[in-house]
C-alpha cells in the first residue's frame, strides 16, 4: 500500500512539474501583460502544489531526522505561501482581464 502511494505522489509531482513549466514558458511567451501575469499565478500554484508534493513523498521517504523534518517543514510553508501569492495574483489578474 505504501508503494502505491509512492507511485501516486510521484506522478501528481510530475505532472505538477510539467503544468508549471507549460505555463511558465507560456507566460514568457505572451505579449499582453494582463495574460503574462494571469499565467504567472497559475504557475505558482503548481509549484505550490508541486512543493508541497515534494514535502508529503520527503514524508514517506525519510523517517524522523531532524535535517528532513526541517526540510519538509521549509517545503510546505513555501509550497502554501506559493499557493496563496499564486491564488490572490490570479484573483487580481482575472478581474484586470474582465474589466478590460
Known amino acids: 500500500m505504501l508503494t502505491i502511494i509512492k507511485y501516486i505522489l510521484l506522478i501528481l509531482l510530475v505532472i505538477t512539474c510539467i503544468s508549471a513549466a507549460y505555463y511558465s514558458i507560456r507566460s514568457h511567451r505572451s505579449n499582453n501583460p494582463i495574460d503574462r ?7 505558482n500554484i ?4 508541486m512543493l508541497i508534493m515534494i514535502a508529503i513523498t520527503f514524508m514517506f521517504i525519510f523517517h524522523g531526522s531532524t ?3 526541517i526540510v519538509e517543514a521549509l517545503f510546505l510553508v513555501l509550497g502554501a505561501f506559493n499557493i496563496f501569492a499564486g491564488l490572490r495574483n490570479r484573483k487580481h489578474y482575472t478581474y484586470q482581464k474582465s474589466n478590460s
Open 46 to 49: 503548481f509549484m505550490g502544489i
Open 37 to 43: 501575469g494571469l499565467y504567472g499565478s497559475i504557475t
Open 67 to 69: 535535517p528532513s523534518i
